[in-house]
């Protein structure tokens, strides 16, 4: 299995909800990563988790929550999102967090609008 | 100064043409130059790397880096409708943080 899965594909929630994204690799990757990228924009890192520990947080709005249950999945729980965060959420794994030239292997995303 | 510089295009080219796609960087600690490939509504894959300064081919593309320059290239030979994507110049400083750069959209004309 050499994908990362990313549920749902779309999501459309209120200002008021809380949500989830989901996000899993069976590749055996150490190292996941959620981006944000804005139509037309390059992808933005927001959190890098390191054999399932946050190591980075790119001051990420607290309304963004990240969590690491073991070293298959990813999720990042939503509350009280603004329509300007609105954009494609991209979930990325990579083989050893040390190692960044290895690449990274991203999901197709989940499109958020927040209405 | 941004770290990495790419024009974002769009570049329009007819099918079989040679396409040429740049970045500058302004870091030098950079080591490792990676190239992403994004499709329309899909995540960006892996395209290919090169390490230092030098070539890298891979089939119809190439890899280019002159760290003297702090310049980056990826040539597309005999250049495909499919090949119509965002192309995401992606060096890597020491530590496990890509630096994106804006992305250059490629549109291949049959």
């Known amino acids: 299995d050499t994908e990362v899965t990313q549920t749902p594909k779309h999501l459309v929630m209120g200002m008021t909800n809380k949500k989830s994204l989901k996000c899993e690799q069976h590749?055996?990757?150490?190292?996941m990563y959620w981006y944000k990228q804005k139509a037309k924009k390059p992808p933005e890192l927001m959190f890098v988790y390191s054999y399932e520990k946050l190591s980075i947080n790119e001051s990420v709005p607290s309304r963004f929550s990240p969590e690491c249950p073991n070293s298959s999945l990813l999720n990042l729980h939503l509350h009280a999102l603004q329509p300007e965060d609105s954009a494609l959420y991209l979930c990325?794994?990579?083989?050893?967090?040390?190692?960044?030239?290895?690449?990274?292997?991203f999901g197709s995303g989940t499109r958020l609008t927040v209405v | 100064q941004k770290e990495v510089e790419q024009d974002p295009g769009p570049l329009s080219v007819p099918e079989g043409a040679i396409v040429s796609l740049n970045c500058t960087y302004s870091n030098s600690a950079f080591q490792y130059f990676m190239w992403y490939r994004q499709y329309s509504r899909k995540g960006p894959e892996l395209l290919m790397y090169?390490?230092?300064?030098g070539n890298k081919e891979d089939g119809r593309f190439t890899a280019q880096v002159d760290k003297s320059s702090k310049y980056i290239s990826l040539f597309i030979r005999d250049s495909q409708p499919s090949d119509s994507a965002t192309y995401l110049c992606a060096p890597v400083p020491p530590g496990f943080k890509t630096i994106f750069g804006a992305g250059t959209r490629l549109f291949v004309k049959a």
């Open positions: 590749m055996g990757h150490r190292a």
């Open positions: 990325a794994s990579s083989q050893d967090p040390d190692r960044a030239h290895y690449g990274y292997t």
């Open positions: 090169t390490y230092s300064s």
